[in-house]
């Protein structure tokens, strides 16, 4: 037998990779569950064609103003009956005709209402004469990048990453000491450190398994864009990992039950599934607690894919979320060394 | 397969001229407090190269925790403990190199087979034997390839057994091999744990089953509240109840109580003194109804016993012999039985 495979850091490793391949739910969790959920976001926010908008008017010169345009469908009704309309939802918009011109009846919290607003007046003002100050053209674009599939595959990236990191490592030490084997490693001679990095090495190999199935599915089926350097992606993914290694190593490093261990992970996991911008922008969430939201790792991890795959950003444009990752790498790692109970 | 097979020849093993010099293991003044409760209540002990030495008590009396401070997984409060020469704190790797362990409910992984799991330990040693041999050791072949979760219990136990082995080790700890384990999974444990004392191995184990104790140690330390109470071979330990055999009876109710007489257990109507002036009688005591004497000349003895109960016109309800064994002495130092608690 050859040196490597008597060595302990091989047989530790090898034995990871053992055991997270003879668990059939966790290949679900790790490389399946990611490609369903892309399928499904990407059916769910497939590009329609621009909505048409229901509008009403009072009288059928307004209606056969509004005909000609396509973005909207203009129905003529009776005041009472187009106030009923509007409050229902049935239409966007009431244009009343009165002596001294128009009066528009809308919801202007609503974006759509206040579209059909728009369009409704420019289309009246021109029939009552309105000339355009400018000539103005234009030209559609429906181009790669801006869809929402686009957005979202970053994220579901960052999120797999981290659920990936966090349970692979938290639940396999939880684990390991709630059944005394890790009580039981420590009587032998093992060199620690190997125990840990054998965590570090197997989840390094499954990253590139489980972020080239991902990325390789988004980019043949939703032909999702990398318009960053392909290496700099790679690096930014085996930090995120390594980053959520530390946290998962972090939550493990006391917790004596699997119970005790799932309710950490969620705590930790929970706000940034909501507040990093997985699914939609993080900017949504009001100045105030921005700064929060900007230094989950989660954050960092999305913002930065995001910045490579679709604005093909390079690391130095990215200096400010890496050096969060990288910041947490390291805290949670020395904390965690710290305080890790090996029995 | 079948688990009647006999232990396997031993191994030869190189280094154990070396070691036998000194002492294998020597405690001082061993103290260790968990909280409020006293583990280790100063213990001094010394066991000699080569030897299988038992600690053997009821749950609680700080077996565990002794062997654990020899096994350097846990600090002791106070006192020394030497292994080979050596101690934990100065030359940590290097015992952990010359010792095997074996704990109390180690779980190895369900998903990874017999064979990964002794080639997992087996790299940890600088030196050892080969995987195939601890298979061999402890009888596994047939679940090589078998992942552990499918073993049963003296499997399992075996396989703990063998991946203390795979080091090839000097001192062998052994935390209650056989607790939990069927009769025959036990004699199956004994018969490999006999392979490996003949190879010349210091061997220490904890246990509260008293015939393990007796049919595996050269020696035995009994401890309680975490004392040793009695320290010697098995047969000086049962010499020293001072008689060979345990004469055990009880007497019914119905004959010996009479009518309108306090609701007493019937053994208060047996008059001691009487049994005890019995030639070959060393001693009486009653637990819950059952009463003992210790008696050194059993076919003399016996027959005055049953004439002395008649006298009394006492009816036996229950009556029988044993030889003096490990539970007697324990009984007899702190009038409790071992398997009660």
């Known amino acids: 037998m050859n040196k490597l495979r008597l060595s302990s850091l091989y047989q530790l490793t090898v034995i990871r990779f053992f055991l997270i391949l003879r668990e059939p739910e966790a290949i679900f969790w790790i490389f399946v569950f990611p490609i369903l959920l892309a399928v499904g976001l990407g ?301 | 397969m079948t688990e009647t097979q006999t232990a396997p020849p031993p191994t030869p093993r190189p280094s154990q001229d070396q070691a036998a010099r000194g002492p294998s293991l020597v405690l001082r003044g061993l103290r260790k407090t968990f909280a409020d409760v006293v583990a280790v209540d100063g213990l001094d002990l010394e066991v000699s190269c080569g030897e299988c030495f038992g600690l053997l008590g009821p749950n609680g009396a700080g077996k565990t925790t002794t062997i654990e401070i020899c096994e350097g997984l846990t600090d002791p409060d106070a006192g020394q403990v030497q292994l080979l020469g050596l101690d934990w704190r100065n030359s940590a790797s290097q015992l952990r190199q010359l010792t095997g362990v074996q704990l109390q409910e180690t779980q190895f992984p369900d998903k990874l087979t017999v064979e990964e799991t002794l080639r997992l330990f087996r790299s940890f040693f600088h030196r050892g034997i080969p995987v195939e041999e601890s298979i061999r050791t402890a009888q596994l072949e047939e679940k090589r390839n078998a992942r552990v979760g499918t073993l049963s219990g003296g499997q399992k136990q075996r396989l703990a057994m063998a991946c203390a082995l795979v080091g090839d080790p000097e001192l062998l700890f052994l935390d209650e091999p056989t607790t939990g384990l069927d009769p025959q999974a036990r004699r199956h444990l004994w018969d490999l744990v006999d392979a490996l004392k003949q190879d010349g191995r210091t061997i220490i184990l904890t246990t509260h089953y008293m015939e393990e104790a007796e049919r595996l140690c050269d020696r035995v330390a009994i401890m309680d509240h975490g004392r040793i109470i009695a320290l010697g071979t098995p047969q000086q330990l049962i010499a020293s109840v001072g008689a060979e055999h345990i004469v055990e009876f009880a007497v019914s109710a119905q004959e010996s109580a009479g009518p309108g007489s306090a609701p007493g257990p019937a053994h208060g109507f047996v008059d001691a003194d009487l049994l005890l002036k019995i030639p070959g009688v060393q001693s009486h005591r009653v637990d819950a109804g059952l009463h003992q004497l210790s008696v050194s000349v059993l076919h003399t003895a016996v027959p005055r016993i049953f004439a002395a109960l008649a006298a009394q016109h006492l009816h036996l309800s229950e009556f029988r012999t044993h030889s003096a064994s490990l539970e007697d002495v324990f009984v007899g130092l702190t009038g409790r039985n071992l398997r009660d608690e």
Not at chain 1, 240 to 262: D, I, N, P, Q, W
Not at chain 1, 289 to 302: C, D, E, F, K, S
């Open chain 1, 43 to 343: 059916i769910a926010f497939r590009n329609r064609p621009a909505d048409v908008l229901p509008v009403g008017a009072t009288t059928v010169q307004i209606t056969q103003a509004l005909a000609a345009d396509k973005g909207l469908s203009a129905t003529t009704l009776n005041e009472a009956a187009g106030t009923h309309a509007l409050a229902t939802g049935n239409i966007l918009l009431l244009a009343i005709q009165n002596p001294n011109g128009v009066t528009y009846e809308f919801d202007d919290t609503n974006p759509d209402a206040r579209i059909a607003r728009m369009l409704v007046d420019r289309d009246i003002q021109a029939a009552a004469g309105q000339r355009e100050a400018i000539h103005a053209q234009s030209q559609l674009v429906h181009e790669t990048g801006s869809r929402y599939i686009d957005f979202v595959v970053p994220g579901l990236l960052g999120m797999n990453l981290m659920g990936s990191a966090m349970w692979g490592l938290g639940f396999a030490i939880v684990e390991a000491r709630q059944k005394k084997l890790l009580k039981r490693l420590v009587a032998s001679p093992m060199p620690r450190w190997q125990y840990l990095l054998s965590f570090i090495l197997s989840r390094l190999v499954m990253l590139v398994i489980e972020v080239v199935a991902f990325l390789g599915f988004a980019r043949l089926v939703f032909a999702v864009p990398f318009r960053g350097p392909l290496v700099q992606l790679a690096f930014l993914c085996v930090l995120t990992s390594l980053c959520f290694s530390a946290l998962g190593l972090l939550v493990a490093s006391r917790a004596k039950t699997m119970e005790a261990a799932s309710g950490l992970m969620n705590l930790v996991m929970l706000p940034m599934w909501i507040l990093s911008g997985v699914f939609f922008s993080a900017s949504r969430f009001p100045a105030a607690i921005q700064p929060l939201v900007r230094a989950l790792p989660l954050t960092a991890a999305i913002d930065a894919m995001r910045g490579n795959m679709l604005q093909g950003m390079s690391l130095a444009q990215l200096a400010t979320p890496v050096a969060i990752l990288a910041a947490w790498l390291v805290v949670a790692f020395a904390v965690s060394l710290r305080i890790f109970r090996w029995r």
